[in-house]
């Protein structure tokens, strides 16, 4: 493994933008990208400059999916490297995404394939670029969606959409993405990191553990039964009381009652770092 800083990072005004760094492969992610990337994510969990992660591609592309050529051929005859990256690829795009403490938003600028969904699907939000180019690719090529791809659109699109896209293999633009919900909106690409920046800007406002709890309670309660969520609830209820020493009910709520502001109209402002 030659290569390096196939992943970048930088942080401003709070927000981490996280960048699939080989625009010449159309950023397919190698199996250098996926040690870089889960190594990025690692560093960023514990980074208090950083509040939101946003999640992109370098040049033209967000991802052309999995590096073909490096991941499927070259692995081919090293079965335990083959396993060890692929336990990598899968974690950081299933696992560690999902279940982020710090909200995540994939921002699909240009071409997203095949392996590509997975990471989208595993962010908490997702925005296109009207003219970006996305498609499961795998059975152009006689293969088909998997790893984690295949459950990550069993998770996000409707079953007619998943088993279309992944059985033609056609592709489908930024509007296309949206109108299925693989995406929340799509905005000409000229617009599109404005309009992220903006939404992440906004979200960063807003209290982390107050965030980090609203991604658990969606994302465990989709796993567990009726009761086991409203325990897990209640447990996570006082969980966020002591992480936030209750500022919730002293601040978030006493603030209103003394008339500082309407919080069905807008936030709370986070304590600054
Ligand atoms: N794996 C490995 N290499 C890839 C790649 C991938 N998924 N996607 C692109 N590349 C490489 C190409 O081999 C080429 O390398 P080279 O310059 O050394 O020859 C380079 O990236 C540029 O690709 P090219 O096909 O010339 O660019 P393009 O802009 O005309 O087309 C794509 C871009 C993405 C449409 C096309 O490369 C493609 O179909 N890639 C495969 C996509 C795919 O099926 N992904 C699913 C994987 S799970």
Redesign the pocket.
Known sequence: MSESNTVTVSIENAIATVTLN?P???N???PTLHIEMADALEKLRYEKSARVVVITGAG??FC????????FVELKDNPPEFDRIFRVATEWRSRTLRYYPKPTIAMVNG?C????FAIVEGCDLAFAAKEA?L?L??I??K?Y??GS?SKALANLLRPRDALFYAMTGRTFNGDRAAEIGFVNAAYPLADLKKEVMALAQEIASKDPDALAATKDGYRFSLEMSAEAALNFAAAKSDQLSMRQKDSWRSEGIGDFLEGKYRPGLGGHKAPAE
């Open positions: 080989r010449a492969k159309r397919a992610m190698s033209e592309s052309a999916g999995m590096d073909l050529k490096q991941f071409y394939f095949g392996g590509a180019t498609g690719s795998e152009n090529f293969h969606p998997g791809v």
